[in-house]
């Protein structure tokens, strides 16, 4: 005898951030095809036949256009903590790509446009309201990749927000270059923080292999207004990388730094200082200095 378990429940509208973009393939290889990966970051059951997905350019004002595609055709539900994969084609992407969850696909009927060099991914509800949306250039790709091609764009952490660049750093070596359907090579999870600011780890590798390729750098203070700037130096106080400038802060929160120098570059291992600095319109300042390894293979 065979007994079958389906989950069900009542959907609803999808909200702002309760769909979150948490992996593009923009640029693949041979004849790959794009995807962009999806996760329920919300407590809801979600619709997909509510969802649009599609790009916005300079001459598009609303999502109200031929770019927006429909996600799903049938009524489909998506679940709370669930990847999904889109696609025009998932036999191709699991052709190329390892995935440790082949049912996390779905062919969309007619899939987006997507230029390989920069561009954006919107995700709308069927009322049109963006739900996520996430600009990227192939300048975010880890500096020693010698080919973007057939490299995805991987999300660190679900609940930093998705215009923050420092959030999103190219899938790991290890991995293949993508992990579609499951969770991402350079995922983070949120840590504990004691401290009004921390940096972790205390030495990081950023040589795309998948472990502590990022130095994150998280702040937690008492009350919300401040303004931040966060600037990283080498062991002599030569300037490396200017991370944030003038940058408004939420009560807390966190910022990645992927090794690249200011010229965009790999910086050298060696010790780096990360100047945190906060200031609020009452004139109250906030200094930091804190210290990491950035290390590598000799």
Do not use: C
Not at 265 to 281: C, H, L
């Amino acid at each position: 005898m065979y007994i079958y378990q389906k989950e069900f429940g009542m959907a609803e509208q999808a909200e702002q951030n309760d769909v979150i973009i948490n992996e593009v393939l923009f640029n693949p290889i041979d004849d790959g095809v794009d995807f962009v990966e999806i996760f329920n970051n919300s407590d809801k059951i979600i619709d997909l036949s509510d969802l649009r997905l599609g790009t916005i350019d300079v001459n598009q004002f609303s999502p109200n256009d031929t770019s927006y595609k429909v996600v799903s055709e049938e009524n489909s539900l998506f679940l709370t903590g669930n990847f999904l994969v889109l696609t025009k084609n998932s036999f191709k992407v699991k052709d190329q790509y390892y995935t440790k969850n082949p049912e996390n696909f779905l062919d969309m009927n007619s899939f987006p446009v997507y230029n390989n060099e920069h561009g954006s991914v919107i995700l709308s509800g069927i009322n049109h309201v963006v739900v996520d949306a996430f600009t990227y250039d192939e300048n975010m790709h880890h500096p020693l990749l010698n080919s973007y091609d057939g490299v995805s764009l991987e999300r660190i952490n679900f609940n930093r927000p998705t215009y923050d660049n420092t959030n999103w750093h190219s899938a790991s070596s290890e991995a293949g270059f993508a992990t579609p359907g499951y969770k991402n090579s350079q995922h983070y999870d949120d840590q504990e923080i004691n401290e009004e600011v921390t940096v972790e780890p205390e030495i990081f590798s950023p040589d795309n292999d998948g472990y502590n390729d990022v130095l994150n750098i998280y702040y937690k203070f008492e009350n919300p207004g401040y303004t931040a700037n966060i600037t990283i130096f080498d062991s002599q106080g030569r300037l490396t990388k200017y991370l944030v400038r003038t940058t408004l802060l939420g009560t807390e929160g966190t910022f990645s730094w992927d090794g690249r120098t200011e010229d965009n570059q790999k910086a050298p291992i060696g010790i780096y200082i990360v100047y945190f600095e906060a200031f609020d319109v009452k004139g109250n300042m906030k200094k930091y200095k804190k210290s990491a390894v950035l290390g590598g293979k000799l």
